[in-house]
């Protein structure tokens, strides 16, 4: 009698325990690797962290925000930063649905050929990609240059000149990213019964207005999702700077990472670095709930 | 209001054709249902009218006016869809209000059709709402709403009850028969279920493989079937036949048989045994079968026949059809049609 009510007990517990044991492998390593090292930024960015003594760290407070703010690299870098993600949004974002509304209504083999092809720099990696173009955007013997020649144009600096340089970063993400992203609003292109459109057409709806009031309203999810996605994704940007520019020239394409970089491996300040890095963890926060609360009241979820 | 014209219309899907030099015509202010097997072409016939999948060759008339060159929401016709084609992302009264925006209809006018076409199908209260709040039946009036409101001279549907469940299905029906009375407009309605085309329609077009079989009203089409197709097509269970040794045969529906425990008098006689029985309430369905492995079905109001028992059935001679070689029905009429009567009496 005893022994069978601690049984139906144990078992009990063991109920309650199971989804937890569970999830404990993946939990762990999210604590691990992400929550962890996170704390541990917000953390140091407090500290004037030095590394060779690990005894003459210090809390300084706001110390490290309040000299990076000042910095006239950091601030450039953020702006770079803003720069930088608000066109390769704007752009991937147009060419995408243009593409894919274009691509997506056909299926003929040179559609296929053409969304194969538009995906391809998806599945190359970005420090090659960034090293391509870098030898394409050769001022003297870039293909790119050559070829804006030949059609009688005059030479890009490219890379070289700082009022190009973060142009030709932007430009090579966009090249990149773009296939991507047109497959994935393809895929919701293609999931629209075409009864919606026969009946659109029966209503006497012009194309426009298709596409305003039946087609982008029916795949905004997706829309939305792709937004949020780039922007993150965009604010992290470093592999092409880092092989592209450096930062360079004379701080022109600057990253908010790029800037954390720096200041962990060229300037060994730890606690400037983790200061910005809690910055760009701040504003693609904010960017995120921004997203979800004004959007998520446009967005249609079937 | 408006008659429908095909006049040697051909459809091609790549180099199949579907349907090839077809007549026909539907009268204006008919109810007219377009029936048969899947994949006969009577989807493809009121795609054609509604111009989203038009005629590879050939002229479609609405109206007496070739259509062919006409955009689809530029000929006067609307279409209720299988899967009623909602927009989801609209409410209910901008589906509905949709085509009359789409027209620059002005705003009073619009806001009054759409009060009246929700009248009709009793949804003004939901015309708030997504449609994803609402259920099968309910999103189904959505659809007829936003067809009624455009005022159109021909309505088309396809299948728009075949989503439903059997209840509300039953429920639809009596009110699609009685909004056609209402709206005195050309109804042109795609099933593959016969039920619905004969308790439906006032003219019935049983079509296979690209071709129309028979038109008619459907007590001709049960009582008076012009060949074996569409014998067997309408009428639940399907007309019982029995092959004559030269390819012709003869055949006799399921209601018209009596069956018994001795031999009776009938113009067609055999001993069988019941191999299946369906009771369906009113009515009993058996499976007979005789000794040459022929196989009748019978709809008795009898229920007290069991399996294994032997059975006489008898049907008399005026329920007997007789159909040719090339599977035309031989009328009484007929060459040929004594004969094989002969023969179905010496069995």
């Excluded at chain 1, 075409?194 to 426009?208: F, N």
Aim: glycine letters at 8%.
């Amino acid at each position: 009698m005893e022994k069978g009510r601690k049984n139906k007990k144990s078992r009990h517990i063991m109920r309650i325990l199971k989804p937890y044991l569970l999830i404990a492998p993946a939990i762990l390593g999210i604590m691990l690797f992400t929550v962890y090292p996170a704390i541990k930024m917000v953390f140091w960015s407090f500290y004037d962290v030095n590394q060779l003594n690990p005894a003459k760290t210090k809390f300084v407070g706001m110390k490290n925000y309040v000299k990076i703010f000042h910095s006239t690299d950091f601030v450039k870098s953020l702006k770079n930063t803003g720069i930088y993600t608000l066109w390769t949004v704007v752009f991937i974002m147009l060419c995408a649905v243009v593409l894919a509304i274009w691509l997506g209504r056909k299926k003929d083999k040179f559609s296929k050929f053409t969304q194969a092809a538009m995906f391809l720099p998806h599945i190359i990696s970005m420090i090659s990609v960034g090293l391509i173009f870098a030898q394409m955007m050769g001022v003297n013997n870039g293909l790119l240059n050559e070829i804006l020649v030949a059609v009688g144009l005059e030479r890009c600096q490219w890379t070289q000149s700082s009022s190009t340089a973060l142009m030709s970063v932007i430009l090579v993400a966009v090249w990149k990213a773009i296939g991507y992203y047109t497959v994935i609003i393809m895929g919701s292109l293609q999931s629209i019964p075409d009864s919606i459109y026969e009946a659109a057409a029966l209503d006497d709806a012009s194309k426009l207005t298709t596409l305003r009031k039946i087609t982008i309203p029916l795949i905004s999810p997706q829309l939305f999702f792709t937004l949020i996605i780039m922007t993150i994704g965009s604010f992290k940007v470093f592999e092409t700077i880092r092989v592209m520019t450096a930062g360079g020239p004379n701080n022109s394409t600057n990253s908010l990472v790029y800037y954390v970089y720096q200041q962990v491996f060229t300037k060994y300040d730890i606690g400037r670095a983790a200061a910005g890095g809690t910055v760009l963890f701040i504003i693609v926060g904010i960017l995120t709930i921004l997203y979800f609360a004004l959007l998520s009241k446009k967005v249609h979820y079937q | 209001m408006a008659s429908i014209e095909f006049k040697n219309v051909t459809k091609q899907f790549d180099k199949t054709v579907v349907i090839k030099d077809l007549d026909l015509k539907i009268e204006d202010g008919s109810f007219t249902v377009l029936v048969g097997p899947s994949g006969c072409g009577k989807t493809t016939l009121l795609r054609m009218i509604a111009g989203i999948g038009p005629q590879t060759s050939g002229e479609v008339l609405v109206g007496d006016q070739d259509v062919t060159d006409i955009e689809p929401g530029k000929r006067g016709v609307a279409m209720v869809f299988q899967n009623y084609a909602i927009y989801p992302t609209m409410t209910v009264r901008d589906n509905i209000e949709f085509g009359l925006k789409n027209q620059k209809i002005p705003k009073e006018e619009r806001e009054r059709r759409v009060k009246e076409a929700c009248e009709k199908v009793g949804m003004t209260e939901y015309l708030d709402r997504k449609p994803g709040t609402l259920s099968g039946g309910q999103r189904q009036r959505i659809a007829l709403a936003r067809a009624i409101v455009k005022n159109p001279s021909v309505f088309l549907m396809d299948e728009p009850l075949s989503n439903l469940d059997a209840k509300l299905r039953v429920q639809m029906r009596v009110e699609l028969i009685e909004l056609h009375k209402k709206l005195k407009t050309t109804f042109v309605y795609v099933t593959h279920d016969q039920v619905e085309a004969m308790s439906m329609a006032d003219t019935i077009v049983l079509m296979n493989q690209g071709k129309i079989q028979q038109m008619a009203s459907p007590s001709v089409m049960y009582k008076d079937p012009d060949n074996l197709f569409t014998a067997r097509f309408i009428g639940s269970p399907a007309m019982n036949v029995k092959a004559f040794e030269d390819g012709s045969c003869f055949g006799f529906r399921p209601e018209a048989a009596i069956m018994s425990k001795e031999k009776e008098d009938g113009w067609f006689k055999m001993q069988g045994t019941i191999a299946a029985r369906e009771m369906l309430g009113s009515e009993t369905l058996y499976t007979i079968r005789n000794e040459q492995q022929d196989t009748f079905v019978v709809k008795s109001g009898d229920d007290s026949h069991g399996v294994d028992e032997t059975v006489w059935i008898h049907v008399p001679r005026e329920k007997i059809y007789i159909f040719g070689k090339d599977e035309m029905r031989i009328r009484q009429q007929d060459d040929g049609y004594e004969t094989y009567m002969g023969k179905v009496g010496a069995m």
